[in-house]
Nanobody, 124 residues
């Protein structure tokens, strides 16, 4: 297993941008697919974006497509989620997760290790 630590959350206004980071411990970082999920109060956790092992394949939820970009830097063991044109409905706790058994996945059940989450709040 690996350890994941998210950072970069905060309080912003609608239309602003944020970049979340997910630092992953372990020597085999480039063997893992990494995904971002989010959970708003009273709602179930939902898929946001995912990136595969090299060569990088990406997947996005329809609600964030064109606004969010996921990327990975294997030299830094870090995955980023660049979030632009933020909306109040993007308000949630954002979690990153790592999966060893899949190429890239949109289901939370496919992921083995999870971070503690970082809060993103978008005011209107």
């Amino acid at each position: 297993q690996v350890r994941l630590v998210e950072s970069g959350g905060g309080v912003v206004q609608a239309g602003d941008s944020l970049r979340l980071s997910c630092a992953v411990s372990g020597r085999t970082f480039d063997s893992y697919a990494v995904g971002w999920f989010r959970q708003a109060p009273g709602k179930e956790r939902e898929f946001v974006a995912a990136v595969s092992r090299n060569p990088a394949i990406t997947r996005y939820a329809d609600s964030v497509k064109g606004r969010f970009t996921i990327s990975r830097d294997n030299a830094k063991n870090t995955v980023y989620l660049q979030m632009n044109s933020l909306k109040p409905e993007d308000t949630a706790v954002y979690y990153c997760a790592a999966a060893l058994r899949i190429t890239v996945g949109v289901s939370a059940d496919s992921y083995d290790s999870w971070g503690q989450g970082t809060q993103v709040t978008v005011s209107s």
